[in-house]
């Protein structure tokens, strides 16, 4: 997802996606940052399974606050090279890994390509 405000929190992406299974609750979530702590405006979430991606996907520019948010597929690869690269995520540090159990994503970089399931 792309377009957070820079004040967003892990709980205000979730509150989001209020309704919509994420596969592992709030640690669905990664927050990217650039390389000296401040946030992108820009999240990685996984979801449970496709329909609940497909779901996610009907609250494409939605907005949070005044921004609107747009939502884009993306694989389970792109999330971790993400959170490898990333140094925020509420409780993330770098020893510890983004925990995934599924393929579903919202991704959060427009760089990333479409490669995850198609979504309508």
């Known amino acids: 997802m792309r377009g957070l405000p820079y004040s967003s929190t892990v ?14 609750g709030l640690d669905s979530i990664l927050l990217t940052s650039t390389q000296d702590g401040r946030p992108t405006g820009e999240a990685y979430v996984e979801f449970a399974d496709d329909v609940a991606l497909k779901e996610a996907m009907k609250r494409h520019k939605n907005s949070i606050g005044n921004r609107y948010i747009e939502l884009f597929s993306s694989t389970k690869g792109d999330m ?9 995520h509420a409780g993330y540090t770098e ?12 991704a959060a970089a427009a760089q990333v390509p479409n490669t995850g399931p198609a979504a309508e």
């Open 80 to 88: 971790l090279q993400a959170g490898r690269h990333s140094n925020y």
């Open 95 to 106: 020893s510890k890994p983004v925990h995934t159990k599924r393929g579903s994503y919202a």
């Open 11 to 24: 709980a205000d992406v979730a509150e989001f996606f209020d309704g919509v299974a994420l596969s592992a």
